[in-house]
């Protein structure tokens, strides 16, 4: 999925310890197969290359995985999108970045992308792109899920606890062998050598959006990599966004989201979810909890 996947479990031995990271590898793997829009042989790929033209059959579970991704994309008006797969790359992240693009090359950037313009049939468990040149992809949940899936498999093995870590998308189930519960740090986006809190996790998922890491400075303006898919422009407003509950794949959609809504609309969402949290950092380095977070936080991190 083009990240690195740290997976740590609790067992009796070295040898089943192999045995169970392998399965676990084995269905990250087997997920990547499915949802990948880069290799050209997995069902999301024949989606995008059938997009104008006809409907694609596709399996259950990647019918469900673009399901739920539309629920998101309605309850976050658009925020969240995967048809920004679409999106020109006007934006280059690194040092060949000079200039900002025309508001007409942004304009024509976002000119396919509209998740309404996806069309399921549940019946017939297919899914089809409205637009020629259309595509779908699943970089903003696809590691949440496949956290989740490795995870469930896990539990189902009998592995009594561990630590799904896709790429800071995390999954956690059980206790360590000391009966503590395990301790996750929350990066300070301002010094990455420290921590704005350590959150202990039971049966929990913890991912974080941030432009701290992938950015360009413009005219003296920072902008991040996470792009608004309505508007073509990186979000701006907030530095760090770190969302907690029970699913990393929601989790994931959720961070996003709120990276892209801003602290006002995007506190305002999460709250109607109760079984979900967050911690958002804001440009300034002003800490700002949603009203169910459990721990304590510093009120500011620079």
């Not at 990240?3 to 310890?17: E, G, K, N, P, W």
């Not at 069309?119 to 989740?148: E, R």
């Not at 506190?267 to 804001?282: A, E, F, G, M, V």
Request: with cysteine; net charge positive.
């Amino acid at each position: 999925m083009g990240s690195r996947f740290d997976i740590t479990i609790v067992a009796q031995d070295s040898a089943t310890a192999e045995l169970r990271i392998n399965e676990a590898i084995a269905e990250i793997t087997r997920i990547e197969n499915l949802i990948s829009e880069w290799r050209p042989d997995t069902q999301v790929s024949k989606i995008n290359q059938n997009a104008s033209i006809q409907p694609v059959k596709v399996d259950r579970e990647v019918f469900n995985l673009t399901q739920r991704a539309l629920i998101i994309s309605e309850i976050t008006n658009g925020a969240f999108d995967i048809s920004f797969a679409t999106m020109d790359k006007i934006w280059r992240f690194d040092s060949t970045m000079t200039k900002m693009p025309t508001p007409e090359e942004v304009k024509r950037s976002v000119a396919k992308v509209g998740y309404k313009n996806i069309v399921l049939d549940s019946m017939q468990s297919t899914i089809f792109l409205k637009l020629p040149g259309m595509k779908i992809g699943f970089g903003s949940i696809g590691k949440g899920y496949a956290a989740d899936k490795a995870r469930q498999l896990m539990e189902k093995r009998g592995v009594p606890a561990g630590i799904i870590n896709a790429s800071g998308d995390m999954a956690t189930w059980g206790k360590q062998p000391n009966g503590t519960n395990w301790n996750i740090g929350i990066t300070n986006p301002f010094d990455t050598n420290k921590y704005i809190a350590i959150v202990p996790l039971g049966r929990d998922a913890v991912t974080t959006s941030g432009n701290y890491e992938k950015f360009v400075v413009l005219n003296g303006k920072h902008y991040s990599h996470i792009i608004n898919p309505v508007t073509g422009y990186p979000a701006t407003g907030l530095t760090s966004v770190t969302v907690f509950g029970p699913s990393a794949e929601m989790a994931n959609g959720f961070s996003t989201s709120l990276m892209v809504l801003g602290k006002k609309a995007g506190l305002k969402l999460i709250n109607k979810h109760p079984d979900y949290s967050c911690i958002l950092i804001t440009d300034k380095g002003k800490v700002i909890k949603s009203k169910n977070l459990k721990f304590k936080l510093a009120k500011q991190v620079q």
